[in-house]
């Protein structure tokens, strides 16, 4: 994400709480009048050590400096955005609306910030998460590939419990594993995978842009749409297209290649080669 400098040390609580552009969610708690925003976040990476509960208190907070602030301020409340969501996901779970506000702040940054905490966040609870996913949905296409990336992250762990509501990210998605960026397109084929594996008849251009992907030049792309290709076909090896292509990258690899379990690569092989022998047959 591109940033800009800033020296304003005003403190936190002169300069205006994150306010979502919906109305109908708390605002969260002031911080220390006494501290700066540099102070603030520094405090809050401290908490991180010795009291991640009020680590977690302070989300609202940072979310606050995030969104006034730039620079090498914005990047440490980022930063610490991030470290919270990694180590306590469930500290995200009562900032919820608030998070699925801040996905859609016409910031990049403020809107990336917010979708990573909402995958972070997904992980543990996607009930909660799910609060951000038409925010996510309407990111699948955007410009900026940090924000792409998590907007997929986000439908990737929300999708698969309900893929109705979920089921426009298909054109968005089938676009996202073509895309230049070697994350992005990492990030769609977990997506495919997780998506395609719960309900494939509702994501046809997915399945049809996942078998391209398994020959795509980049080893760790390749790697992970192998790796959607053996769940999607473990789970519904009749919804999966162009059955030779699929065969050959999966014969291709071993369960150790992709970290899956013992066999779990030759069930899905043997699914889709069980069908193709019966399809040969029905054929003459």
Do not use: C
Not at 134 to 162: C, F, H, I, M, Y
């Amino acid at each position: 994400m591109r940033l800009s400098d800033s020296d304003d040390d005003t403190p936190v609580a002169e300069r205006g709480e994150y306010t979502p552009a919906e109305s109908g969610t708390l605002p969260p708690e002031p911080a220390d009048e006494e501290l700066t925003p540099d102070e603030y976040v520094a405090e809050v990476a401290d908490l991180l050590e010795r009291d991640p509960d009020a680590a977690g208190d302070a989300v609202g907070d940072l979310f606050t400096i995030a969104h006034d602030d730039e620079g090498a301020t914005r990047v440490a409340a980022g930063e610490a955005l991030d470290a919270i969501g990694r180590r306590y996901p469930d500290e995200l779970a009562v900032w919820s609306e608030l998070l699925a506000e801040a996905a859609s702040d016409a910031d990049d940054e403020v809107a990336f910030f917010a979708l990573r905490a909402l995958a972070q966040l997904a992980a543990v609870s996607p009930q909660a998460a799910a609060k951000g996913r038409k925010a996510a949905l309407d990111t699948l296409g955007a410009p900026d590939p940090d924000l792409r990336q998590a907007a997929l992250s986000v439908v990737a762990e929300v999708g698969p419990s309900d893929p109705d509501a979920v089921r426009r990210a298909d054109r968005p998605l089938s676009a996202a594993l073509a895309a230049d960026d070697p994350a992005v397109r990492t990030a769609a084929a977990i997506a495919a995978g997780r998506l395609l594996g719960a309900a494939p008849g509702k994501f046809p251009r997915t399945a049809t842009a996942l078998i391209d992907a398994l020959a795509d030049e980049d080893d760790r792309v390749r790697k992970y749409a192998i790796l959607a290709l053996a769940n999607f076909a473990s789970e519904h090896p009749d919804n999966v297209p162009s059955k030779e292509r699929a065969i050959a990258a999966l014969a291709s690899v071993t369960d150790d290649d992709l970290g899956l379990r013992r066999g779990a690569t030759g069930e899905a092989l043997s699914a889709l080669v069980s069908l193709t022998f019966e399809e040969d047959a029905a054929t003459g």
